[in-house]
């Protein structure tokens, strides 16, 4: 794959009837988040339009999603943080979750290794992150951010804000 694309997949979609415009969401494997950002310029700048063209794989029978890493890049990709091997090409896509499939749980270990969410925090690794995270859910433990709780409202409105600060840094306090 050319080193100025990168695959992902389509989770959802939005009408913004202000702007008389969709937003679509496409979702980037952890281990490919890095290349994303820097193909799309960094961060979002509402000053500025960048236009990326979108190409639909055809994936007949499940065949596995392309990877945007080069085969020596793969060889040295970063464990994941249990420590197994993170996924590779040879994952097939629907073995992963999107993230409307993932539980709040899930999501927590997701974005609390993120390093944009935890600038967005305010702070510097995972482990801080997650400690903020179970203080303002109200909860001893991410385990306890269930769909049926309080803490899981709460989940959604720190994902709502920090998702707002991704599309514009500058505007969000």
Wanted: proline share 7%; aromatic share 6%.
């Amino acid at each position: 794959m050319p080193t100025d694309a990168f695959s992902a997949t389509y989770s959802d979609w939005k009408l913004i009837r202000t702007r008389a415009v969709v937003q679509i969401v496409l979702e980037v494997p952890i281990e490919d988040a890095d290349h994303a950002y820097n193909v799309l310029g960094g961060m979002p700048n509402s000053a500025r339009e960048i236009w990326v063209g979108v190409a639909r794989f055809v994936n007949a029978g499940g065949a596995p999603r392309p990877s945007t890493l080069a085969a020596d890049d793969r060889a040295s990709a970063p464990a994941s943080r249990h420590g197994e091997p993170a996924p590779d090409s040879n994952t097939p896509a629907r073995a992963r979750k999107s993230w409307h499939e993932m539980t709040p749980t899930m999501q927590t270990g997701v974005l609390c290794a993120d390093k944009s969410f935890q600038k967005w925090l305010g702070v510097n690794n995972e482990t801080d992150a997650a400690i903020l995270i179970r203080g303002r859910c109200g909860v001893n433990s991410r385990k306890d951010i269930q769909l049926t709780t309080n803490a899981a409202g709460v989940w959604r409105d720190i994902v709502a804000d920090y998702r707002a600060w991704m599309r514009d840094p500058e505007a969000v306090p």
